[in-house]
């Protein structure tokens, strides 16, 4: 069975600082990996996802992330942090079967 | 335009009483799924469906039903409420057509249940 690992359970950044969320998985196959964020109060939204080719992929907001087969990550980015990007950030590991499996999540803090 | 709606949003309910947590997708997405969301667990499967009349349990299908009698709706049912089912539930679909497709979520809004 698929897993996510997300190793860092709250970051606080400053506004216009760059922001780097850690993801690591476990699963067998070539994996299929999304980032989702949840503003408060709010469902999921799709940011970014992987499934082959190009390993940097560009998502909403400005985010990327990278898929490193050899680290089994994929890590979250952006250079540089607005205020409306304090949310949490689940990164989650999909599979031929549709199922979803999803990370803890990280909080991220925007202090100006 | 097309959404995933839940409901209520909020629900406060006694210990042993059955509740039903409502979604309705108007995507026309052939998977349905129900997520709960906990402090430190992040999102866990409590069942999903492929299609009408499919259902399937997940990692913590305890204590939950579900049933698919038509393609928008997938109704969440707790037979008897515990304490331990106090959450933030969330309901998704995907679309069935292809693996990039069908592994593409869209969530509702959530609904909270507080259980006492």
């Known amino acids: 069975a698929q897993s996510v690992t997300q190793p860092d359970i709250h970051i606080t950044v400053s506004e216009g600082a760059s922001l780097e969320l850690r993801c690591n998985y476990s699963?067998?196959?070539?994996?299929?990996l999304f980032w989702y964020v949840q503003s408060p109060g709010q469902g999921l939204q799709l940011l970014l996802k992987?499934?082959?080719?190009?390993?940097l992929v560009q998502g909403i907001k400005g985010f990327e992330a990278e898929f490193k087969r050899s680290q089994s990550s994929f890590n979250l980015r952006k250079p540089s942090v607005h205020w409306s990007d304090a949310a949490e950030y689940f990164c989650?590991?999909?599979?031929?079967?549709?199922?979803?499996?999803f990370g803890a999540g990280t909080t991220v803090t925007v202090r100006a | 335009d097309a959404e995933i709606t839940q409901s209520p949003r909020h629900k406060i309910t006694e210990t042993g009483r059955q509740v039903t947590l409502a979604c309705h997708q108007t995507?026309?997405?052939?998977?349905m799924f129900w997520y709960r969301q906990d402090l430190g667990h992040g999102l866990r499967l409590i069942h999903y469906?492929?299609?009408?009349?499919?259902?399937n349990k997940g990692e913590v299908s305890d204590g939950y039903s579900v049933s698919r009698s038509n393609t928008e709706d997938l109704p969440l049912t707790l037979e008897s409420a515990a304490s331990s089912q106090t959450s933030v539930y969330f309901c998704?679909?995907?679309?069935?057509?292809?693996?990039?497709?069908?592994?593409?979520?869209?969530f509702g809004a959530g609904s909270r249940l507080t259980v006492l």
């Open positions: 998704a679909s995907s679309d069935g057509a292809g693996v990039s497709g069908a592994n593409v979520l869209t």
């Open positions: 699963y067998g196959a070539t994996p299929y």
């Open positions: 992987y499934f082959s080719g190009d390993t």
């Open positions: 989650a590991v999909g599979s031929n079967d549709y199922k979803l499996s």
């Open positions: 995507w026309n997405h052939n998977n």
């Open positions: 469906s492929y299609g009408v009349q499919d259902t």
